[in-house]
């Protein structure tokens, strides 16, 4: 089995460690925790324990997550060295020097990689009947059978580009696989040079008849060269993959059109600069130099893998049917508050969220009969007047977004904030945006200089004793597919104070309004960051013994409030961080934080709710416990549009504590942070999150919750 022997992490800094003293010693490196974080995904792919499907699609997250490291933080720093800039980072590195750090970890990560697939997953998946075959082990019939594949669906859309005196080097497209073929003339005896696209229109895999072996797509083209060349001998051909920089960069002050803006910028972004290339272990020299050069690379910018290039192409094998080599399928249930008499339809959600709040727990409650039904009870509702939401992320064929086109039509008014410059997802919500407007739809394209990462739904309803207000704010994307796969929490609720709160949110980001004082929400930039001080503050006022902290987020690299979290540390008040993914505190570090406890919770469902938690948070006793959709990161607390609310609601306090509780007692997905370095917590009692909250939400629609409401 391939086992991470050394956990590794950012080099332990020598020196004495006094709270409140800038220095490197502070801090692990932001873009090297990233990669901590890919490490512990990568075991996952390593488990024995884990169903062999799965290993398979923990090698494909692994691809992805690294393909976008690339994309935007590699190519930053480059950015940055290009540029001249002499700027570190917090920790005390150069661009320069992070990047050399970089390389060195990802060949290490690569290498891990490649020995999970080549030994361990490959291998037990063909124990299993399936086949990750090559051209060269295939009989004469499975010849012919992609012969007649090629012919009829691969040659077709294939373009060979040559490179020579008459056709200058052709265009290398972001994340896209190539072969590199050298040809010689049999007349002229020239060598020539040309690249041949894998098509990514087509299966990363060409599926065999018998639907359990799986041919790579650039092998059964490699093997046709000679009907894309003819009269020409084929010399060599080698597979390459690039990565280019993908981040968007815009100068919003100056566009008139932010939509337009995103959309040119998107188009101009397929040029930008290489930043990585991926070759096979065969490369010859020559082929190898043409490719740096004409790439405008470096040879650190190089990277050999055994593995087949792209192996986020494991999703196609994961979706196989076989159940026996995937996790065992988790069926949402409806919460028990919005279940019918029958126990699958929801009620009237109104009804519901009037007699109290309500709170639900992706994926172990179900979007669709939570979330989704109370978007689309809101957009069929006669009374309901208006309907306002953010979207951030979305899936492809969105019902949220048709129920927002369908209140439209019926004359409701629908303002929905489309975030254009999310992430990898700029494309699709630039699509979803044109088509809102369409519909009738007020459409904002997101605020000059800032994301709107906010996660809040604000529905307005006609009711007997006047207009009321109902709201959903969560820490998930409205995104049915990933509410499937991603944990998440959210609030329905109608209480007063929060509709107004958000009312000013929504006037903010769709009007002129400044943002003014909130009554409840916790709102960024702006209130958000001094409040959490705040509150950090008030826990080291408490006193040890007292005072506690408990957050759980995805990722911590904000300088000032770790600073602010080695000041508790340091007081004596106990901290307890639940961080899935960047961690830049340097935990239990005497003179530091040595009573700071870091934790990662890493496995089947991707960890992405964020809880605050303040043993004194209302007043000396009395905690407080927040959710929403910040991490405690520069760009959440500073550069993004985020809104936190604290919970009142006794029951639903008690359901983020049992979160918490779980998460810190795991000892099967956890992982702790020594200082520097993740080590995988030694299963004692058995406790993994996941199951636990699966049986619990399980319980919990066999045998309601008492009402604990004070």
Request: one cysteine or more; aromatic letters at 6%; hydrophobic letters at 40%.
């Amino acid at each position: 089995m391939a086992t991470l022997d050394h956990p590794r992490g950012a080099p332990r800094v020598p020196g004495p460690h006094t709270p409140g003293a800038p220095g490197s010693d502070r801090y692990v490196n932001r873009e090297l925790s990233w990669l901590d974080f890919d490490e512990r995904v990568l075991h996952l792919a390593a488990d024995p324990d884990v169903p062999l499907l799965e290993r398979a699609k923990f090698l494909a997250i692994f691809t992805q997550n690294l393909d976008e490291f690339f994309q935007v933080r590699v190519a930053g720093l480059k950015d940055q060295l290009a540029a001249g800039l002499g700027a570190t980072a917090p920790d005390g590195l150069t661009a320069a020097e992070q990047l050399a750090a970089i390389r060195e970890r990802v060949i290490e990560l690569v290498a891990l990689q490649d020995r999970i697939f080549g030994d361990e997953v490959a291998p037990g998946l063909a124990e299993q009947g399936i086949h990750l075959s090559n051209w060269r082990d295939l009989d004469e019939d499975d010849r012919k059978y992609l012969v007649g594949v090629f012919e009829s669906d691969i040659f077709p859309v294939l373009t060979p580009l040559a490179f020579d005196p008459g056709h200058p080097f052709p265009y290398i497209s972001d994340l896209s696989l190539n072969l590199a073929v050298t040809v010689d003339d049999p007349d002229t005896r020239e060598r020539r040079f040309a690249r041949v696209k894998v098509p990514n229109l087509l299966p990363r895999f060409v599926v065999m008849p018998d639907g359990e072996r799986y041919v790579p797509l650039e092998q059964v083209i490699a093997e046709h060269l000679g009907a894309l060349f003819p009269g020409m001998e084929i010399v060599a051909h080698h597979p390459f993959r690039v990565t280019r920089n993908a981040d968007l960069t815009l100068e919003e002050d100056e566009a008139e059109d932010l939509l337009e803006a995103v959309e040119m910028e998107l188009r101009r972004r397929r040029f930008r600069r290489a930043v990585r290339l991926e070759i096979g272990p065969d490369m010859d020299a020559d082929t190898l130099a043409l490719l740096v050069r004409e790439l405008d690379l470096e040879p650190e910018d190089v990277f050999v893998s055994r593995s087949p290039l792209d192996l986020s192409g494991l999703w196609a094998v994961h979706e196989l049917r076989r159940p026996e080599l995937k996790d065992e399928v988790w069926s949402p249930v409806t919460p028990v508050p919005l279940a019918g008499p029958d126990g699958d339809e929801p009620v009237d959600l109104f009804a519901v969220i009037r007699r109290g709040d309500v709170l639900v727990h992706h994926p172990y409650d179900s979007f669709s009969s939570s979330v989704l039904a109370f978007i689309r009870q809101a957009a069929a509702d006669p009374r309901v007047l208006t309907i306002k939401q953010t979207l951030y992320r979305t899936s492809a064929d969105s019902p949220v977004v048709k129920a927002l086109i369908g209140a439209a039509e019926a004359g409701k008014q629908v303002a929905v904030l489309v975030e254009v410059k999310a992430r990898g997802d700029e494309l699709a919500n630039v699509a979803w945006a044109r088509t809102l407007e369409e519909s009738g739809v007020h459409v904002v394209y997101g605020l000059v200089g800032l994301k709107t990462h906010t996660k809040t739904c604000l529905v307005v309803r006609q009711e007997a004793d006047g207009l009321r207000r109902y709201c959903h704010i969560g820490t998930g994307n409205y995104n049915p597919r990933t509410a499937r796969l991603y944990e998440d929490l959210g609030v329905l609720t109608c209480d007063p104070a929060v509709g107004d709160d958000l009312s000013q949110l929504f006037n903010y980001l769709t009007g002129y309004a400044r943002q003014t004082r909130f009554e409840r929400l916790m709102v960024a930039p702006g209130p958000l960051r001094p409040r959490l001080e705040e509150l950090i503050d008030g826990e080291i006022a408490a006193g040890p013994g007292q005072g506690r902290i408990v957050m759980k987020m995805n990722a911590l690299a904000d300088a000032a409030m770790i600073d602010r979290l080695y000041a508790a540390s340091a007081a004596g008040i106990d901290v307890d961080l639940v961080v899935r993914g960047i961690c830049c505190l340097r935990a239990g570090v005497p003179g530091l934080s040595e009573n700071i406890r870091v934790r990662s919770i890493v496995g089947r469902y991707l960890e992405h709710s964020r809880i605050f938690y303040f043993a004194n948070g209302n007043g000396p006793g009395q905690p407080l416990y927040c959710i929403g959709s910040a991490d405690l990161m520069p760009r959440n607390l500073d550069r993004r549009v985020e809104a936190v609310l604290p919970v009142t609601d006794p029951a639903l306090q008690q359901r983020l504590q049992e979160v918490l509780d779980i998460n810190l007692a795991d000892d099967v997905l956890a992982w702790e942070l020594d200082d520097t370095v993740w080590r995988k917590v030694p299963t004692v009692a058995g406790v993994d999150t996941h199951a636990t909250l699966q049986g619990r939400a399980l319980d919990r629609a066999r045998r309601p919750e008492p009402d604990v409401r004070g």
